[in-house]
């Protein structure tokens, strides 16, 4: 299994970063896809979640910013970040589980599911 991030980088607030995370070793429709961020010292949290069977989730501080696609034929899951902010600074990880896309967005849990290593994000002011 394997879920590789990219598209990482450093951009001005207001700007904008399109991640991509390509996945392989599993069945990429059978499981939820998500989003998740860690900012140094603060803990892991769930961005944004999708599966082939429930709408999307945002956190409500990405909701309208942020958009969450699939594109299944190629297993790859992406993260278009819009109106970037410096508190969006975090190195983003993509992850696959098992459940809702609410569930598994804010239950966040590294001991289980698929897990990238991750691409950084920098926000500057």
């Known amino acids: 299994v394997q879920l590789v991030e990219s598209g990482g980088g450093l951009v001005q607030a207001g700007g904008s970063l399109r991640l991509s995370c390509t996945t392989s070793?599993?069945?990429?429709?059978?499981?939820?896809i998500g989003w998740f961020r860690q900012a140094p010292g603060k803990e892991r949290e769930g961005v944004s979640c999708i599966s082939s069977t429930a709408g999307p989730y945002y956190r409500d501080s990405v909701e309208g910013r942020f958009t969450i696609s699939t594109h299944n034929a190629v297993n790859t899951v992406y993260l278009q970040m819009d109106g970037l902010k410096p508190e969006d600074t975090a190195v983003y990880y993509c992850a696959a589980d098992l459940g809702m896309p609410k569930f598994h967005c804010e239950i966040v849990s590294t001991s289980t599911g698929f897990w990238g290593q991750g691409t950084q994000v920098t926000v500057s002011s």
């Open positions: 070793g599993f069945a990429f429709e059978d499981y939820t």
